[in-house]
């Protein structure tokens, strides 16, 4: 039987501090990860066992999952990837350490996070490790080229160990919210600042008419938006289920994307979602 002990990571606000008060009210012994140490104190007072994870720093990543080991006896039941990051701005302004930056975060430390766990729940008998993705990983947007090519990278990734972890006891699981009500824009905010030269841009009137709009000043709930407690009943579905899937859509627009991704031909896609510049 699973022992029910799960590592979540970007538990600061939004989607991973839901999911940690949740499961821990269900009884998971829960290990909930910030990057700061103001968030992990925060935590630790609401009654919740915090510490510093930081998916840029290999370090970091491996001293997180030698607290967690201290702390159950060596076993570990689930990870939930769900820390990440977006720099938005047109593809053409963002330059390549920006785009490597998120990647670090969003594709590398996920990696390096599973790396760590997989020889320990191969060798327990049991686990889950559930990678948070975005409807952005199954279609791209314009503005949000390298969180959408990171959650790309992380959906093939996820994919194929999913596959090659099909003669082990550890299943490997996606969530795909869509709009979800969550910090994610405005922590954005100082990564856009610090990449994005808009003024210098040949897209200059549109980062005026558009993004700019969007990303300082929120114009309240997005359609069809839903709160971080909607990804969090997915995902209790995804560790508790005796035969969990392997996608789990969050929002009608995943489930709309994914259909009309299938339908429709790529320029007409394009040209449906085109009209967002």
């Known amino acids: 039987m699973m022992q029910k002990s799960i590592l979540i990571t970007g538990c600061s606000s939004g989607i991973g501090y839901d999911a940690a008060h949740a ?15 103001h968030d992990v104190q925060r935590l630790r007072d609401e009654g919740l066992h915090s510490f510093i ?5 290999e370090a970091s990543i491996e001293e997180a999952v030698h607290q967690v080991l201290s702390k159950t006896g060596g076993t570990l039941g689930a990870v939930f990837n769900n820390g990440a990051f977006a720099c938005p701005g047109a593809v053409e302004d963002l330059p390549t350490e920006a785009l490597r930056s998120v990647f670090e975060a969003n594709v590398f430390g996920y990696h390096s996070l599973t790396r760590e766990v997989i020889p320990i729940m191969r060798k327990q008998g049991y686990g889950r490790i559930i990678n948070c993705s975005s409807v952005l990983g199954l279609v791209a947007m314009p503005w949000r080229g390298s969180y959408v090519a990171s959650k790309f990278a992380l959906e093939g990734l996820t994919h194929t160990l999913r596959i090659e972890m099909r003669d082990t006891p550890v299943d490997v699981i996606l969530i795909e919210p869509g709009p979800i009500t969550t910090k994610i824009r405005e922590n954005s905010i100082p990564h856009f600042e610090k990449w994005i030269d808009w003024k210098a841009s040949a897209r200059k009137d549109q980062y005026e008419r558009k993004l700019l709009r969007r990303l300082y000043h929120s114009g309240g709930k997005d359609a069809f938006e839903l709160p971080p407690s909607e990804v969090t009943k997915k995902l209790i579905h995804a560790l508790e289920a005796r035969h969990p899937k392997a996608c789990y859509y969050v929002t009608t627009p995943t489930y709309l994307m994914n259909f009309l991704r299938r339908l429709l031909p790529i320029s007409w896609l394009d040209a449906l979602i085109g009209k967002k510049l």
Do not use: I, N, P
């Open 53 to 57: 994870l930081d998916y840029a720093e």
């Open 23 to 37: 499961l821990k009210a269900r009884g998971w012994h829960v290990f909930a990860t910030c990057r700061q140490m």
